[in-house]
T-cell receptor, first 117, second 111 residues
Framework: GAGVSQSPSNKVTEKGKDVELRCDPISGHTALYWYRQSLGQGLEFLIYFQGNSAPDKSGLPSDRFSAERTGGSVSTLTIQRTQQEDSAVYLC???????????????FGAGTRLSVL | QKEVEQNSGPLSVPEGAIASLNCTYSDRGSQSFFWYRQYSGKSPELIMFIYSNGDKEDGRFTAQLNKASQYVSLLIRDSQPSDSATYLCAVGGGATNKLIFGTGTLLAVQP
C-alpha cells in the first residue's frame, strides 16, 4: 500500500478482555516495529520484526503482550487480559532494509487508540 | 538520566523567526538521528534525518549533529503557524535500529 495502515483506529474495551491490533506495512518493507505512546510517557519501543521473525522483543511490557507477523507483511499485536494501564496509542512503523541498517527510515501508521475501561 | 532528553516546552516563537529545538542522548554508540513532527492526535511524520557530524539542510529545516557532545538540534527558519506541533527527537542504532524517542518539544509559532 501507499502507507502504513493500522486498524482499528480506535478500540474501547473492558478490563480483562483480549484485543488484537493490526498493522499492514508499506509494500516491500521487510522491517516492522511496534511502539506505544502514552500520555506523559512519550513513545516507547515494543517489538521489532525482520521478515516473520522477531529478534528484539525487549520492549514488550509483560507476557500479556505478544505479536506475530505472517507472510513478511501483516503484523498483529495482541494484548491479553487488558488492564487500564494498557490504554495508549499503539503505533506501527515499517522500513525498507538497506545494507547499512542504521540508515533505515521508519514510516509510521496513524495508530490505534486503545482505551481500557 | 533519560536516554534521549528534550525540553518539553512550550517553545513560543513569532512568525518568521528561527525556532531552535535541542536534544541530547546518552548512548555514544548511537548511529542515526531523526526529527519527527507530530500534530495533536496524529502520528509522527519524518522531518529530517542525519548520520554524520555537522549540518544537513532541507528547505527551511537544518539538522545539526555533534557526536562528541552527544547533541542534535533542529533549526526551523522562517517559522510558520503551520509548524506548530510537537517535535520528537529519535535516536537509532544497533542491529535493529529501534528508535529511542525523547518526550518531544511543543513548538508554538505565534502569527
Amino acid at each position: 500500500g501507499a502507507g502504513v495502515s493500522q486498524s482499528p483506529s480506535n478500540k474501547v474495551t473492558e478490563k480483562g478482555k483480549d484485543v488484537e491490533l493490526r498493522c499492514d506495512p508499506i509494500s516491500g518493507h521487510t522491517a516492522l516495529y511496534w511502539y506505544r505512546q502514552s500520555l506523559g510517557q512519550g513513545l516507547e519501543f515494543l517489538i521489532y520484526f525482520q521478515g516473520n521473525s522477531a529478534p528484539d522483543k525487549s520492549g514488550l511490557p509483560s507476557d500479556r503482550f505478544s505479536a506475530e507477523r505472517t507472510g513478511g507483511s501483516v503484523s498483529t499485536l495482541t494484548i491479553q487480559r487488558t488492564q487500564q494501564e494498557d490504554s495508549a496509542v499503539y503505533l506501527c512503523a515499517s522500513s525498507l532494509v538497506v545494507w547499512e541498517i542504521a540508515k533505515n527510515i521508519q514510516y509510521f501508521g496513524a495508530g490505534t487508540r486503545l482505551s481500557v475501561l | 538520566q533519560k536516554e534521549v532528553e528534550q525540553n518539553s516546552g512550550p517553545l513560543s516563537v513569532p512568525e518568521g523567526a528561527i525556532a531552535s529545538l535541542n536534544c541530547t542522548y546518552s548512548d555514544r554508540g548511537s548511529q542515526s538521528f531523526f526529527w519527527y513532527r507530530q500534530y495533536s492526535g496524529k502520528s509522527p511524520e519524518l522531518i529530517m534525518f542525519i548520520y554524520s557530524n555537522g549540518d544537513k539542510e532541507d528547505g527551511r529545516f537544518t539538522a545539526q549533529l555533534n557526536k562528541a557532545s552527544q547533541y542534535v538540534s533542529l533549526l526551523i527558519r522562517d517559522s510558520q503557524p503551520s509548524d506548530s506541533a510537537t517535535y520528537l527527537c529519535a535516536v537509532g542504532g544497533g542491529a535493529t535500529n529501534k528508535l529511542i524517542f525523547g518526550t518531544g518539544t511543543l513548538l508554538a509559532v505565534q502569527p
